[in-house]
């Protein structure tokens, strides 16, 4: 019972050369820029509790992330041992019915052989609400509906 986004950037967007250059798995994407910036992004779920089924909701999400941070998680992908227990990141998508949720700070906690937990700052955006208290089932069966239309 989850949707997930694509990439973190729009790939054609990009220049020729720099799109040549990145790199996009199913967990990671880097891209450098020729003025030597680089972007890390590491694959996530944000979860959104959906209390009318005691379960949860998640988004397949992309979190830009710091060198550093980017260096812990992938260090400790392959094992699940990393050292340390999460990171600070940035929500790189736009949720659908929460508009403004681009960018919307965020700690990134880290699993053991599974794909990290994004927990939204605290702030008065709806998404961080909807994270707090929960989505209803209709909203739910909209995002799906999302995924299936042509």
Known sequence: MDMSFDGPVDFDALDEETAQVAHVDSDFCEVRYSTGEVDRFIRCLLPLPVPEIA???????WMSVSEASWNVYRDGFDTGSYGSPGCFGYLMHVIPEYEGSYLL??????QSRLRPRVMLHETDHPLYAAQRDGVDVRQVERWVALTHRQ
């Open 55 to 61: 379960n949860e909701f998640c988004f397949g999400v």
């Open 105 to 110: 700070h965020a700690d990134v906690r880290f």
